[in-house]
């Protein structure tokens, strides 16, 4: 407690509280923002992460046919190398392939939970051998909408030897970058996917 009855020092330590006060600042009362709104919404519609074909797909699905290539890239011949696809048994060198599921979904309690596809997974167990051959399991990823799809799909990969290719749900997924994704869609994005390319449809998607 300061000691009124030294003046001299009282007042000394009241400059220096007014001093302190001053430099407080003052409470914002208003803040006057003005915000103009373009006058056409701004479309971001070129990408350079996915080769051409694949961009069609997601530019006819998304963007309603907007998305390109960036002129750039397009025209560069390291990057379309690195996006070159290799020749797969039974696929050839397409970038987009559409391998529709012989049977239906199981809706029924497994051990990996409910709503699995025996026969799609099965396929993945054959197909990703070749494909891991020819990019190396670090560049191949597998991709389903269903966390029991993924048990099963993983279960097949470690009987053919793939244990290391990741297997992903499409939301934990965001972001990442594979050379080769191989997409195990549903029924209704298969028929939006083929609806919109008209050219070629894919629940197999590779870069």
């Known amino acids: 407690m300061l000691d009124r009855s ?46 051409e074909e694949i961009c069609d797909i997601v530019s006819y699905v998304f963007y309603d046919g907007e998305l390109i290539v960036a002129e750039k890239w397009a025209a560069d011949a390291e990057w379309r190398a690195e996006r070159r696809a290799q020749f797969v048994p039974g696929i050839g060198t397409d970038r987009i392939h559409l391998e529709k599921c012989p049977a239906e979904g199981d809706l029924k309690q497994t051990q990996y939970g409910i709503g699995t596809r025996y026969k799609s997974a099965e396929y993945i167990g054959q197909l990703v051998p070749s494909l891991a051959g020819q990019v190396g399991e670090e560049k191949v990823f597998v991709l389903t909408p269903y966390r029991a799809q993924r048990g099963l799909i993983k279960n097949f990969l470690r009987n053919a030897g793939q244990a290391k290719v990741p297997v992903s749900t499409v939301h934990r997924a965001q972001g990442s970058k594979y050379h080769t994704v191989y997409f195990r869609s549903t029924d209704r994005d298969w028929r939006e996917i083929a609806g919109a390319s008209c050219r070629r449809a894919s629940i197999d998607q590779r870069r």
């Open 6 to 51: 030294n003046a001299a020092a009282y007042a000394t330590w009241k400059d220096k509280i007014s001093t302190l006060r001053a430099q407080i600042p003052k409470p914002i009362e208003r803040i006057n923002v003005e915000v103009h709104e373009p006058a056409e919404p701004l479309l971001l519609n070129e990408q350079s992460r996915v080769a």
